[in-house]
């Protein structure tokens, strides 16, 4: 499975970005698929995670402001932010939690190469 992340870039506070990702390879239907974020001198932290049934889940931090969708059909998956916050700023990694079939790869965690997200006050 790869993972090609977009959408990246440079905003003020108080603005939006959408974040894409898609996944190619033999990947199963059946997955999870996520955004994580590092910041500088910060681990890597849980930004939102999606099921391939739609059930979500979301860091409290940013509740109510990300929305995070996929499209099964096309292996993808999004992360809308609105009303960014300076604290938002670090690298996003897109993540699939599950397998390749053509690998014979199963129950992995796999990552993207990470997009920048710079939110400026």
């Known amino acids: 499975v790869q993972l090609q992340a977009s959408g990246g870039g440079l905003v003020q506070a108080g603005g939006f970005l959408r974040l894409s990702c898609a996944a190619s390879?033999?990947?199963?239907?059946?997955?999870?698929m996520g955004w994580y974020r590092q910041a500088p001198g910060k681990q890597r932290e849980l930004v939102a995670r999606?099921?391939?049934?739609?059930?979500?889940n979301y860091a409290d931090s940013v509740k109510g402001r990300f929305t995070i969708s996929r499209d099964n059909a096309k292996n993808t998956v999004y992360l809308q932010m609105n009303s960014l916050k300076p604290e938002d700023t670090a690298v996003y990694y897109c993540n699939v939690q599950g397998g390749d079939y053509v690998l014979k790869e199963y129950g992995m965690d796999y990552w993207g190469k990470g997009t920048q997200v710079t939110v400026s006050s």
């Open positions: 999606i099921t391939s049934g739609g059930a979500t």
């Open positions: 390879g033999g990947i199963f239907s059946t997955n999870v």
